[in-house]
């Protein structure tokens, strides 16, 4: 639309008069949709232009910049970025459709029949112990592993449905124990939220990578004979697995902005921290999965 479109005109929506594109009482955007499909076709493809821009300026600073996101979200920098939770949402989604799928390759009867029946798991030899489960119940948990060790695609399949629940239920907690840990710095909770939002999209990201990169070298070194290839994927594999390492403390570095001392202090202690919600969040969906799969 030109500059002097809106200009004499009214808003389609309240008939405000108009003082720019956007009806300042109301927000529509002043743009008449009924007109040649050209038109509309020409639209789409700019606002797909727009968007990819976006994203991939999104994802360059989420991969490369730690802490850059979130740092331009609290300074309202926000059209030239994905928003954290649209982030969030479609990066988890891509990478558990993508894990889910490695995962029900390892789980077909072809892989099944191939594994070695003497690494199978026991079930007689297993003590399962609830402390908050009676003994009928308990006998019944054992019955119920029985039958999802004898089809572990089924108990494959209902975990990585799980999975994203998960993390996402996690996020919160997290930014709860931020707030806490630096409840004397001047930050809200919505802040270490967007913080925990964008370094969780981070993890994924990193984590699909490595999946990714993992299966194709190894294809690679399959099809062409060539060991090196496999091993050059391993060493790629390291290095991202360590920047996921040094990302963190970095973003915790650029985010907070405290002293090294005190940065890595509480970068260890949220990686205990982490380590025992992760944990926690683990047997909690392997016990919700064997009782719902």
Not at 151 to 177: E, G, K, S, V, Y
Request: net charge negative; glycine share 4%.
């Amino acid at each position: 639309m030109s500059d002097q479109a809106w200009q004499n005109q009214n808003c389609l929506n309240c008939n405000t008069p108009l003082e720019g594109e956007f009806c300042h009482q109301c927000g529509q955007h002043h743009r008449v949709y009924i007109r040649s499909i050209f038109a509309v076709l020409g639209d789409l493809m700019g606002e797909i232009g727009h968007w990819d821009s976006r994203f991939y300026r999104t994802l360059r600073g989420l991969f490369l910049k730690p802490g850059f996101l979130t740092l331009e979200f609290m300074r309202g920098r926000h059209a030239s970025y994905v928003p954290p939770l649209r982030l969030y949402f479609f990066i988890s989604l891509f990478a558990f459709v993508v894990f889910s799928s490695f995962i029900e390759i390892g789980f077909t009867p072809e892989a099944m029949k191939a594994a070695d029946p003497n690494n199978q798991i026991q079930i007689e030899d297993m003590r399962v112990e609830f402390p908050f489960l009676d003994a009928e119940q308990q006998n019944a948990l054992k019955e119920r592993i029985k039958y999802l060790t004898a089809n572990p695609d089924i108990f494959a399949q209902r975990l990585t449905q799980l999975a994203p629940q998960m993390m996402l239920l996690m996020l919160p907690f997290w930014a709860l124990f931020l707030k806490l840990l630096y409840i004397y710095r001047s930050h809200y909770y919505l802040e270490h939220l967007t913080l925990a939002l964008h370094t969780h999209a981070f993890i994924l990201l990193s984590l699909l990578g490595i999946t990714l990169i993992t299966e194709l070298f190894d294809y690679l070194a399959v099809i062409s004979s060539l060991t090196w290839l496999g091993d050059l994927g391993s060493w790629l594999d390291i290095g991202l697995f360590l920047w996921i390492f040094v990302y963190l403390l970095l973003t915790q570095k650029n985010f907070y902005q405290q002293s090294w001392p005190v940065t890595i202090l509480n970068f260890v202690l949220c990686m205990l921290a982490y380590l025992v919600l992760l944990l926690t969040a683990f047997v909690g969906t392997i016990l919700y999965s064997l009782l719902t799969a």
